[in-house]
């Protein structure tokens, strides 16, 4: 199992808006593949 990249471990996600047809929009993190909803906090970070 490969370990979870540094600025993923802080909590700085890269996150991404991911969309399939049978399923609504959801973010992403493009570097450690962590889930989250499609409503995101108001303090989240988006770089």
């Not at 996600?13 to 973010?27: G, Q, S």
């Amino acid at each position: 199992m490969a370990a979870r990249p540094l600025r993923c471990r802080f909590g700085m996600h890269k996150w991404v808006l991911r969309h399939e047809p049978e399923t609504e929009a959801y973010h992403e993190c493009a570097r450690c593949l962590k889930v989250r909803s499609p409503y995101p906090s108001p303090l989240a970070t988006y770089e």
